[in-house]
């Protein structure tokens, strides 16, 4: 497998120019990983995990500031997408766990991040269109 999960205009921008730069920025990083390196997937994983650090934390912020309503429901989607980051990369010192890193990096982290974009951001971005605009 040699395609990678790359920014696409048509699913990934929500019209935030915050939050669509931060999605930009993780896909960006993400491009970078050499899929066919298991030290590559390392390093940007844990790039991304520092990423996804701070793209969550101002999407957390936005969301107090405007009075998010499901202000609980998205952040818990947060905290564990990030334990799962950390759980990952915390294993990837055997070879074992570095192979389960390159699948959780290769199917489930692109999906989630769809999954998250479409359902929680998505909705998110309504709510704070709402004041911003
Ligand atoms: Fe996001
Ligand atoms: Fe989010």
Redesign the pocket.
């Known amino acids: 497998m040699n395609t990678i999960k790359e920014f696409n205009k048509s699913t990934h921008v929500l019209n935030h120019d915050q939050i669509d730069t931060l999605h930009k920025e993780f896909l960006d990083i993400y491009a970078n990983a050499n899929i066919n390196s298991l030290e590559s997937i390392i390093q940007i994983s844990k790039e991304l995990l520092i990423h996804s650090e701070k793209h969550?934390q101002e999407?957390e912020t936005l969301m107090e500031k405007y009075n998010y309503p499901t202000i609980k429901e998205?952040k818990d989607?947060?905290y564990k997408a990030l334990a799962e980051m950390e759980y990952f990369i915390k294993n990837s010192h055997s070879t074992f766990g570095k192979k389960m890193l390159k699948s959780y990096f290769i199917e489930k982290l692109p999906q989630w991040f769809d999954f998250?974009l479409a359902n929680?951001?998505s909705d998110?971005v309504c709510h704070l269109n709402k004041f911003e605009h």
């Open positions: 969550f999407e998205h989607e947060h998250h929680m951001d998110l």
